[in-house]
């Protein structure tokens, strides 16, 4: 089991918190929302933060934050634990070809299975190209 630690500051962007979640998981990435999901459900597209704002923009944050997960951790704990331990509202997507899924049916697929879903799903359609 590998272990993952993402810090955020006052001053970090929502950008460089998608690209530091990308990094480890290339065929995931995280939206932000400016409401909770409800289970099983996205979120609209009016909902998604569009531009990049700091977290202090969205959050009340003093010093640095840790968001600690494994590669064994469910898309839907990761997703509660920003939600419950930050406020932060957070989908994860999966990429599927060259078009992005919302997971929000298979929540309780581990990061790493909804990664290697994503590569194998883009490498077949890179094929197909």
């Known amino acids: 089991m590998q272990n993952f630690t993402i810090l955020l500051t006052p001053t970090t962007s929502v950008d460089e918190i998608k690209a530091a979640f990308s990094q480890l998981f290339p065929f995931l990435k995280w939206e932000f929302f400016t409401v ?4 099983k459900q996205g979120n609209t597209k009016k909902e998604m933060i569009v531009n ?7 959050i009340t ?9 494994t590669n064994q951790t ?3 704990a ?22 992005w899924l919302e ?3 298979t929540d309780e697929w581990t990061l790493e299975f ?4 994503g590569r ?3 490498e077949q359609f890179d094929r197909k190209k």
């Open 114 to 117: 909804q990664n290697e879903q």
């Open 36 to 39: 909770p999901h409800v289970a």
């Open 78 to 99: 990761l997703e509660k634990q920003m939600e419950d331990t930050l406020g932060l509202h957070v989908q994860v997507f999966r990429r599927s070809g060259n078009i």
């Open 120 to 122: 194998e799903l883009s």
């Open 61 to 69: 944050i003093q010093n640095e934050q840790a968001v600690s997960f």
């Open 52 to 58: 990049n704002p700091k977290v202090s923009e969205l």
């Open 74 to 76: 469910t898309v839907q």
């Open 103 to 105: 997971t929000t049916v």
